[in-house]
């Protein structure tokens, strides 16, 4: 059984800063790519940005600033996330699956989301 467990999302201005963290919790010995997806009100799921064993991949809306990390000893994916705009208000989900891909089907596993909210 695995669980992915989001944290760290909240009520900031815009401009702010945010750190998301995604907890791997499971006893599944495989490499996995992460994932971090968004969901706005109304709006469709979007790919936000990926961290396969290489490199990470990110959507051309938050390039520049959101930024993947992973630490492989406590299990866990991070994302921090800069110079906030209003636009970044939504529902921020982790996954992990077996490609970094921009698709959600892609992934297999996937925590329940923690709030971003950016007012100005």
């Known amino acids: 059984q695995v669980q992915l467990e989001e944290s760290g999302g909240g009520m900031v201005q815009v401009g702010d800063s945010l750190r998301l963290s995604c907890a791997f919790r499971g006893r599944i010995f495989a490499s996995y790519s992460m994932a971090w997806f968004r969901q706005a009100p109304g709006k469709e799921r979007e790919f936000v940005g990926a961290a396969g064993r290489g490199d990470t991949r990110y959507a051309d809306s938050v390039k520049g600033r959101f930024t993947i990390s992973r630490d492989s000893g406590k299990s866990s994916m991070y994302l921090q996330m800069d110079s906030l705009k209003s636009e970044d208000t939504a529902v921020y989900y982790c996954?992990?699956?077996?490609?970094?891909?921009?698709?959600?089907?892609?992934?297999?596993?996937w925590g329940q989301g923690t709030q971003v909210t950016v007012s100005s």
């Open positions: 996954a992990a699956g077996l490609i970094p891909a921009a698709s959600a089907r892609n992934y297999m596993y």
